[in-house]
């Protein structure tokens, strides 16, 4: 009898073969330079304070009490994470900010290596995706809750691949799909792509069992309190936060378009670009179905400036991707470039459908799929190296340079950051 692929995603590797030997100082490595990085990151947050601002003030508020029980419209699992900090740290309320900044950003990178050391078999090529994650400034980034977010993604990914136990994977599932309103998709996604990928019909129960029943402990205080409303009340908007989320980034993409003297700022003065654009709209429901033309528009200049953002982001390592499609094409098993894992990662990605419908990709809004994009990329080098065939070896030599010159700039980048930190206003990045 054949493997299932729940057993092959057992073995935890995405290359072939068995797991190379390690040493002890091998074994060593990924984690003390992880440790290290983090310590550095993090002293660079406390020596530099800032004001926490926007959605950031809102969740440094989270407590267990009402009327800021954590709640699903407003990121659940970021406002447990702070509640129970707040609840249970030691440290003084003046630095909560910073204090959540570290932890978020310890909890991010900790979960992405946890990752990346169970799909890429060598730790040097971890050693690279730590590199490359650090360098990116993303654990910096001043909203925490992508973060958490990210983490999360991260860690149910892992538990999935290392075959932990289904309540595990279940918790890690739950968490996720609250961690930000969008995310559900995402968690919900990855549960139907586990459940088809199991090993047996009990263990498909058992994880869609201990998902729903996580789910359901979780969410149980805010519902007995507030009811059907604990799912849907944000700010007092009667079409809910994916509504008041369109309506400002509609405003945004259209604010540097105007031409008559300085336009309303469209983050706290949305109304005035909105209502001339979709007229009596009071829902998402409203705008797709009465004003789907313009709403189409809306599309088209989400799409541009997503391209754009990830195309910041990524800059040379993007140019890697071409190489590796050439190779996996020349490849004669084509077919099986992409591994059982990698598959599991891309799952993930349709998560990035509500940020080109709802909103725009927003620079922080990838955090949380650099480290999936980074596993993808190096586990692709991963398997070249091991082909050794010529046409292996240029793709290999080329997607290798793409990567060194992102890491390059990407360098230069933080080193700009490390410099300026002491004046640094929240953002190191184009949002």
């Known amino acids: 009898m054949s493997a299932s692929p729940r057993a092959a995603a057992a073995a935890g590797y995405a290359a072939s073969g068995e797991a190379p030997v390690r040493t002890t100082a091998e074994r060593a490595l990924v984690p003390a330079l992880l440790l290290l990085l983090v310590l550095l990151a993090g002293a660079l947050v406390v020596a530099n304070p800032t004001e ?8 440094l508020a989270s407590r267990f009490e009402r009327p800021i029980y954590p709640s699903p419209a407003r990121g659940f699992t970021s406002q447990l994470i702070v509640a129970t900090w707040h ?18 950003l310890a909890l991010y990178a900790g979960a992405a290596t946890l990752l990346a050391s169970a799909l890429l078999a060598r730790p040097g090529i971890v050693v690279a995706f730590l590199a490359l994650l650090f360098t990116s400034q993303y654990p910096l980034l001043w909203l925490s809750s992508e973060l958490f977010t990210g983490a999360f993604l991260c860690l149910a990914l892992w538990a999935w691949v290392t075959a932990r136990p289904p309540w595990l994977t279940g918790l890690l599932l739950a968490l996720l799909g609250l961690a930000k309103p969008d995310v559900i998709l995402v968690s919900a996604a990855l549960l139907a792509w586990f459940v088809w990928q199991r090993s047996s019909r009990e ?9 729903g029943g996580f789910l359901a402990l979780l969410l149980a205080p805010g519902v007995l309190v507030d009811g059907v409303a604990y799912f849907s009340t944000y700010n007092g908007e009667p079409g809910g936060r994916s509504f008041a989320s369109f309506r400002q980034h509609y405003a945004a993409l259209v604010a540097p378009l105007q031409v008559l003297g300085r336009p309303p700022n469209p983050w ?21 179905t009465h004003h789907f033309p313009r709403y189409l528009e809306f599309v088209a200049l989400s799409c541009v400036r997503g391209v754009l953002r990830a195309g910041w982001v990524l800059n040379y ?18 077919g099986r470039f992409l591994t059982n894992h990698d598959r599991t990662l891309l799952v993930a990605f349709v998560g990035v459908a509500p940020f080109v419908l709802l909103s725009f990709p927003h620079v922080r809004y990838l955090a949380r799929y650099y480290p999936l994009f980074l596993v993808l990329v190096l586990g692709a080098l991963q398997r070249l190296h091991e082909r050794g065939d010529p046409a292996a070896r240029s793709a290999l030599g080329l997607a290798v340079l793409c990567l060194a010159l992102s890491l390059l700039e990407n360098t230069g980048r933080l080193a700009k950051t490390v410099v300026a930190a002491p004046e640094l206003q929240q953002f190191w990045f184009p949002d």
């Open 52 to 59: 926490a601002i926007w959605d950031q003030q809102a969740l």
């Open 87 to 104: 609840a249970l740290s030691p440290f003084s309320e003046a630095g909560l900010n910073e204090q959540v900044k570290v932890l978020a």
């Open 203 to 211: 263990e498909g129960i058992a994880l869609v069992a201990s998902t």
């Open 268 to 288: 706290t003065e949305s109304a005035v670009y909105f209502d001339r654009a979709f007229p009596g709209a009071a829902t998402m429901g409203d705008v797709v």
């Open 317 to 334: 390592a993007a140019l890697a991707i071409p190489f590796l499609l050439v190779a996996a094409w020349r490849s004669e098993a084509a």
